[in-house]
């Protein structure tokens, strides 16, 4: 019997490239696409066997070549700041092209966000932007997949490295300050890439059990004050945190940064079911991420 056979989106980023390197240690059969194929990651991507080709997400037809004879894909999309609504747009013809491929299995890592989307203090930008990953969602849900599964992930711990870190966190570099919308006493939900992929593998492995679910994903909940204080450890940086006012709220209520200073971030912990996702999987608490990527956290910080 031939191995399962599964193509991945966003191959050589921080979620779909540990999942390939997993699946390739099972024996797994693993394809993708890259726009960069001499690039570190997807030469490494090769050398484990891998398979990529050229494909675009604005392009279905290319998309479905690539996927053809694959029975499970794993989906993650792209916010764009400039044009948020290409997310939507990508995220249908990836949806669409595993239709016609005849996938059988979807995992997608999505966004927290989406169970907030009835709650009267979004912001309009934060509304949009996740409108358009909903959308994406009820197309997987309204096609003929057989299994299908929603990882919700809330914060993830590598927008504290660069480049994302300049978006979401300005300030944390140049000033060493975290300007947040939480509140003390309140957690965020820190999810680690890696335990994503992980948790994606176990989904792959049992297609029955986690079929129609979307689950609340998060590696550790961990205040803000708590979490300056180890990444301050781990780099000999003194940090502080901000919390902000209505008043400061509100003034980044347009802007891509404002993902990181809704205030329906205050509520991320409560969705969270960690005894359940500690029983699937390892997770990684923040000060062992913070060990594992320590040089780019030192290049970053220091």
């Given amino acids: 019997m031939p191995p399962p056979s599964v193509f991945l989106c966003s191959i050589t980023g921080s979620q779909g490239k540990p999942l390939a390197l997993q699946l390739r240690r099972l024996g797994w059969t693993v394809k993708g696409t890259s726009r960069t194929p001499d690039s570190n990651a997807a030469r490494q991507l090769k050398a484990a066997g891998v ?168 590696s550790e909940l961990l205040s803000v004050p708590d979490m300056l204080e180890q990444l301050g450890e781990a780099t000999g940086t003194e940090f502080e945190e901000y919390f902000m006012t209505d008043e400061d709220i509100d003034s980044q209520a347009v802007s891509f940064s404002f993902m990181m200073s809704d205030r329906v971030m205050r509520k991320q912990a409560e969705y969270m079911d960690m005894e359940e996702l500690s029983s699937a999987i390892k997770l990684t608490s923040f000060s062992e991420w913070l060990e594992k990527e320590k040089e780019t956290v030192l290049e970053t910080y220091c």
Wanted: no cysteine.
């Fill in 51 to 218: 398979e990529l080709s050229e494909g675009d997400w604005d392009d279905v037809a290319s998309l479905t070549a690539a996927m053809s004879g694959v029975e499970k894909i794993f989906i993650s999309t792209i916010t764009y700041a400039d044009d948020p609504d290409r997310e939507r747009r990508q995220g249908l013809n990836i949806v669409a092209a595993a239709k016609a491929a005849k996938v059988q299995q979807v995992a997608l890592s999505g966004s927290l966000g989406v169970v907030t989307l009835g709650d009267p203090t979004l912001s309009p930008f934060f509304k949009m932007v996740i409108t358009g990953k909903r959308v994406i969602e009820q197309a997987i849900e309204d096609g003929p997949f057989k299994h299908w599964t929603f990882i919700r992930p809330a914060f993830f711990m590598n927008n504290l490295l660069t480049p994302q870190v300049d978006y979401f966190l300005p300030h944390l570099r140049q000033e060493n300050i975290w300007e947040t919308v939480m509140r003390e006493g309140e957690r965020l939900a820190l999810a680690d890439p890696d335990d994503i992929s992980k948790l994606v593998v176990v989904i792959f492995q049992n297609p029955e059990k986690w079929h129609g679910r979307g689950i609340p994903f998060a």
